[in-house]
T-cell receptor, first 115, second 114 residues
């Protein structure tokens, strides 16, 4: 099945710093790739996604580009805010039409942003 | 309106007890899931149902029994609770016939076994 390797945390940054959270994947074919975010005390929610190679997903100032040649989907933001403090999960779905969208989540990366 | 709602949000219980967590989604999705998140934030799928039929069962102990009375509900019953069952349990749903669909999560149920 598909899997991801995500940068281990925790990551601690000052407000307005540049953020990169690395994510590389192994997959059969070219599945859609996702970043989910989990704010304190809440469930996960979709942050952004890319459905094919070279696509760039973006939302709330975050971006990630689906790079087939390096099998990566790194998350970036130019200037983080305290409100971005959360746990970030990179996830590809299982390949195949019978997968029922099962997502393979890992340990996530805990981000803390200080004022 | 909450898309995926689960109850209770917090549950503290003693070892050996039996407890249930309920989940409902109003998104019209065909597929529902239970995930378990440990204290280190590691998130792992437990079960998946599609149209009330069990699709995924990820080597979960038999003490955990999901039940789906209809495609909008997926409940989780846990027998003989153990200390190691303490975790956050997330219900989720998706329209997931094809890969690439977004999964929508509930807010989680914090289970503490003492």
């Amino acid at each position: 099945g598909n899997s991801v390797t995500q940068m281990e945390g925790p990551v601690t940054l000052s407000e307005e710093a540049f953020l990169t959270i690395n994510c590389t994947y192994t997959a059969t074919g070219y599945p859609s790739l996702f970043w989910y975010v989990q704010y304190p005390g809440e469930g996960l929610q979709l942050l952004l996604k890319a459905t094919k190679a070279d696509d760039k997903g973006s939302n709330k100032g975050f971006e990630a580009t689906y790079r087939k040649e390096t099998t990566s989907f790194h998350l970036e933001k130019g200037s983080v805010q305290v409100s971005d403090s959360a746990v970030y999960f990179c996830a590809p779905p299982e390949a195949g039409g019978t997968s029922y969208g099962k997502l393979t989540f890992g340990q996530g990366t805990i981000l803390t942003v200080h004022p | 309106d909450t898309a995926v709602s689960q109850t209770p949000k917090y549950l503290v219980t003693q070892m050996g007890n039996d407890k249930s967590i309920k989940c409902e989604q109003n998104l019209g999705h065909d597929t529902m899931y239970w995930y378990k998140q440990d204290s280190k934030k590691f998130l792992k799928i437990m079960f998946s149902y599609n149209n009330k039929e069990l699709i995924i069962n990820e080597t979960v102990p038999n003490r955990f029994s999901p039940k789906s009375p209809d495609k909008a509900h997926l409940n989780l019953h846990i027998n003989s609770l153990e200390l190691g069952d303490s975790a956050v349990y997330f219900c989720a749903s998706s329209q997931a016939r094809l890969s690439g669909n977004t999964i929508y999560f509930g807010e989680g149920s914090w289970l503490t076994v003492v």
